[in-house]
């Protein structure tokens, strides 16, 4: 089994920035990606971004590209999501996620944490 912690959400303005912390414990050498998904109420759970293990492959979604970006510190295994110029269409409940595939399917995903709200006003 893998646990995923997700930390760091919040309610902020436009413009502001918020990072995202996953923390990842267990049997890690399961999984080969790390991911992102989040999920506004009424709407599908959608794609943000993945991450290796090793960090050397990493992608993100066109929607949050030039103002997301994922991140690991294998040190304190934790994966990162920073997120700056958030928009009030960013409000969502932010998921993290451990499979064995760089891929942007969330049922690929085996192992989600229980997510951690982010609010955007505008």
């Known amino acids: 089994q893998v646990q995923l912690v997700e930390s760091g959400g919040g309610l902020v303005q436009a413009g502001d920035s918020l990072r995202l912390s996953c923390a990842v414990s267990?049997?890690?050498?399961?999984?080969?990606?790390m991911g992102w998904f989040r999920q506004a109420p009424g709407k599908e759970r959608e794609f943000v971004a993945f991450?290796?293990?090793?960090?050397?492959?990493?992608y993100v979604a066109d929607s949050v590209k030039g103002r997301f970006t994922i991140s690991r510190d294998n040190a304190k295994s934790t994966v990162l999501l920073q997120m700056n110029s958030l928009k009030p269409e960013d409000t969502a409940v932010y998921y993290c996620?451990?499979?064995?595939?760089?891929?942007?399917?969330?049922?690929?995903?085996?192992?989600w944490g229980r997510g951690t709200q982010v609010t955007v006003s505008s």
């Open positions: 996620a451990a499979g064995q595939y760089l891929i942007t399917r969330a049922t690929m995903y085996d192992y």
């Open positions: 267990g049997r890690t050498f399961s999984t080969n990606s």
């Open positions: 991450i290796s293990w090793s960090g050397g492959s990493s």
